[in-house]
C-alpha cells in the first residue's frame, strides 16, 4: 500500500515559483505511474502532469504552457513538481497520484479513476 504525502504549497505574487513534493511511504514508487492534478474551488479536479513507472514519458496538460516541471528522485520515493510563472488561475489544491502498473505498461494516465492512491491535497494560492 502506498501512502502519499505532498507538501511546498502556500502563497505566492503573480509570476513567483513553488516547489510541491510528494512523498511516499509504505513502499516507493517503484512500478508507480505517478501524475498531480488540481482542484479549484467549484472546479472538477484536472490533470495537471503524469509520468510513466519507469520515467521515459512524461505528459503535460496542455494549458500549462511550459511553466511546470515535474520529477521524481532517483530512490523514486519522491515526486516533485516545479511551478513557474505562477498565475492566479493556478491556485487550486494541488493533489499526487500514483497507480500501480505492471512493468510492460508504459502509459501516461490522465483520468482520476484510473489512479489507485492520493495525497490529502497542499494548497496553492496565487495573488494577482
Known amino acids: 500500500q502506498v501512502q502519499l504525502l505532498e507538501s511546498g504549497g502556500g502563497s505566492v505574487q503573480a509570476g513567483g515559483s513553488l516547489r510541491l513534493s510528494c512523498a511516499a511511504s509504505?513502499?516507493?514508487?517503484?512500478?508507480?505511474?505517478m501524475a498531480w492534478f488540481r482542484q479549484a474551488p467549484g472546479k472538477e479536479r484536472e490533470f495537471v502532469v503524469g509520468?510513466?513507472?519507469?520515467?521515459?514519458?512524461?505528459f503535460y496538460a496542455d494549458s500549462l504552457k511550459g511553466r511546470f516541471t515535474a520529477s521524481r528522485d532517483s530512490a523514486k520515493t519522491t515526486w516533485y513538481l516545479q511551478m513557474n510563472g505562477l498565475e492566479p488561475e493556478d491556485t487550486a489544491v494541488y493533489y499526487c497520484?500514483?497507480?500501480?502498473?505492471?512493468?510492460?505498461?508504459?502509459?501516461?494516465?490522465?483520468?482520476?479513476?484510473?489512479?489507485?492512491?492520493w495525497g490529502q491535497g497542499t494548497q496553492v494560492t496565487v495573488a494577482s
Open positions: 509520468m510513466t513507472w519507469s520515467g521515459s514519458h512524461t
Open positions: 509504505g513502499r516507493t514508487l517503484t512500478n508507480c505511474g
Open positions: 497520484a500514483a497507480r500501480q502498473v505492471d512493468n510492460s505498461d508504459n502509459y501516461v494516465y490522465v483520468g482520476t479513476s484510473e489512479y489507485h492512491h
